[in-house]
């Protein structure tokens, strides 16, 4: 018996041995995003009712949409680096996520108060979970440490709007409010539109002549541009914005 024994393992050593023995899993390739960049990427939802993406253009980050798990895919550095936040509206399911990405972009390294930008009535939302977070903000200080922001850039401001329009401007980004969601314009090249589940047709918006541009909705015909988005999506790529 136990010859036997013997024979199989070195039968099994002698075929790992010429197969090249087992391999271990690839990790997976790390994204990378130049300065010049136009991306999208998903956020940490699987619901396709409430729609999320984070737009990086040009070094600049802004998060549209913050359901409830908005912030549980976003890599830390992007958080600790989010310019504003743009929610789709003040229903419970677009607005679960925010204190999500208040809380973990701050002790992710956010140096500044973090802008969110909405509807009407945005500016309470902001107020109140400010006040909620008040004595945690100050509790995580004394337990875990203060995050290189301080205790002041914990907290969200507040721009609300009323009509549709130019809600962010840096110069290069430009996001505008439009009838059925955000349209984001990077450099006068790049633009992608964002629209709400409840939003009327996609196709209604005429597409801009020379400008590279995706579309995001719920009814998206390509589901690579139907909410929940499921990878990166580029819109401009290193040679495409030089």
Known sequence: MQSNHRLIAILIVACVTACGGPRAAEAPAALEIAPQDF??????????DHPCALAIAGGKRVLFG???????GLRPEDLGQLDAVLVFSLRAGDLEGLDEVRNASWRAGRETPLLVIGPKGIDAVATALNAAF???DALHIVEEGTPPGGYDAAV??????????????TGDVVVESTRYGYRMTYDQRGMAHFYACDAGPANQEARPGDVVWERLSCRAADPDHRWPLRAPLFILKNQDAE
Do not use: M, N
């Open 134 to 136: 008040e004595q945690a």
């Open 66 to 72: 913050t359901p409830r798990g908005a912030a549980e």
């Open 156 to 169: 969200l401001t507040s721009r609300a709007y009323s009509d549709r329009g130019k809600v962010f401007d």
């Open 39 to 48: 991306v999208l990427l998903p956020c940490g939802v699987d619901s396709p």
